[in-house]
């Protein structure tokens, strides 16, 4: 089993495992339409948000392929939990990962996403040793994409209305970076 050293310490947030005590705050931000609006489901039920909650609490550690890593972002002063950030372990063969987050509404804006994926990415290609991660969001999701961008991942890819979803063909843009990308920094903006 492979695990971050928890919790990861960012200047302002905490990364920790999801615990029982996490369900309002994140099944608030399940629930909430503008949070889910460009995410493949739609906003959940309390039922949906424990079934996932539980997944979450038993995903603190990867064991191999298709493994989903879950950390809970929370503020470092106040303890609220304010986002989530996961990495899956899309292939051992060929070292691939993907990143994934999702923030309360309220803290968006803030960087958050952004500070919290840093240690997830030093982990996916330290810890982990993955060759590749990549970022995948609906092509409307300006604040996904600007995230993205400034963790120096290039956009690779732009598949147009390649899904059906919420009842309409959407599109998908694909972000990547490389190990020695992140390490070198030869993909950071400007």
Known sequence: MHAPSWPMITERL??????????????????????????????????????????????????????????????QQSGELVGDVSLHWASEPYAQGELGFV?????????????????????AFGALHLHRVVGRLEARNVGSARVL?????????????????????????????LAREWYDGSTAPG
């Not at 495992?17 to 705050?25: I, K, R, T, Y």
């Not at 923030?103 to 982990?123: I, K, V």
Request: net charge negative; proline share 2%; aromatic share 8%.
């Open 14 to 75: 905490q990364l920790r495992p999801f615990e029982e005590h996490d369900l309002a705050s994140l099944h608030g931000m399940h629930s909430d339409e503008e949070v889910v609006r460009w995410l493949l489901n739609d906003v959940r039920s309390l039922e949906e948000t424990q079934a996932i909650l539980a997944r979450k609490i038993a995903s603190s550690a990867l064991g191999g392929e298709g493994d989903w890593l879950s950390a809970a972002v929370v503020l």
């Open 103 to 123: 923030f309360a509404t309220a803290h968006h804006g803030n960087g958050y996403a952004t500070e919290a994926s840093r240690p997830m990415l030093d982990f």
């Open 149 to 177: 961008e400034k963790l120096g991942m290039r956009r690779e890819a732009h598949f147009v209305e390649n899904e059906w979803v919420k009842g309409e063909w959407q599109s998908e843009l694909v972000y990547a970076i």
